[in-house]
């Protein structure tokens, strides 16, 4: 099992109280993070994205307004630069997606069961 991680989310969040269910029923400890209140900045970004192995896509709030308001897909598809992206996610915690777990050697973006089984149990 994981030693303790970075939780980030947002309390609100359904996906987000639904992780920390699964965290809790799990035995995982955390240490919890609030995205907007404690917004993640550029560079925790840009190590996180590295550590994930995900494109930096993976690291926007598709599905919240700000994505929409900003014109996000438009920017990523002409071609948005690594730095843009994470100067522009660490403005604005609605925009970054949730949960995110930080372990010692992995990041977790989203909530998928089968993937935070096989790396934190």
């Avoid at 929409?68 to 997606?97: H, I, N, P, Q």
Wanted: hydrophobic residues 45%.
């Amino acid at each position: 099992m994981a030693a303790s991680v970075l939780f980030v989310e947002y309390p609100k969040c359904s996906t987000c109280k639904k992780a920390k269910k699964w965290l809790d029923d799990h035995g995982v400890s955390y240490t919890d993070r609030h995205i907007v209140e404690d917004n993640p900045t550029a560079d925790e970004l840009a190590a996180w994205q590295s550590a994930s192995g995900l494109p930096v896509r993976r690291f926007f709030n598709t599905s919240g307004k700000l994505y929409r308001e900003f014109g996000v897909k438009a920017k990523l598809d002409a071609g948005m630069a690594d730095d843009e992206a994470f100067a522009m996610l660490a403005t604005e915690g609605m925009l970054v997606k949730r949960p995110i777990v930080v372990g010692e050697g992995f990041v977790l973006v989203g909530f998928r069961e089968a993937e935070w089984e096989r790396t934190l149990l």
